[in-house]
């Protein structure tokens, strides 16, 4: 399980002014691969990491989401899918393209978190 709420947690604690202004990265087999969402709060939706930030941020959700579409692969623990390598593919669009779309949107969270 991935337990990385308490370190983010004391980060958040000694250098982010509030939730809203934080981006947490997260993989996503919910989404297909090569495809960015970006989301404002709410749930975990199931995901061990995020789960864990919530958690030790007592329950605080309002930060940004950066998910990060690594697709499902069938019948493949989700445990050894998500922490596998990806494909020579995937690997170059994350690289390139997908870079440029998470660099793009950290743009416009900034932009809001300005306000």
Known sequence: ?????PTIAEIYRTSVKSPN????????????VEQLSVKL???ANGHNGVKS?????????GFYR?????????STDA?????GKLTP???GFWVEDGLDRVL????????????
């Open 41 to 43: 709060g709410g749930s």
């Open 79 to 83: 445990a050894d899918f998500v922490m």
């Open 21 to 32: 202004a934080m981006i947490v990265l997260q993989d996503s087999m919910s989404h297909k």
């Open 104 to 115: 793009d949107q950290i743009e416009v969270v900034a932009r809001k978190a300005a306000r």
């Open 53 to 61: 930030i919530i958690s030790a941020f007592g329950g605080e959700q």
């Open 1 to 5: 399980m991935n337990v990385s709420g």
């Open 89 to 91: 593919h995937e690997r």
């Open 66 to 74: 950066f998910r990060l579409g690594i697709g499902e692969r069938g």
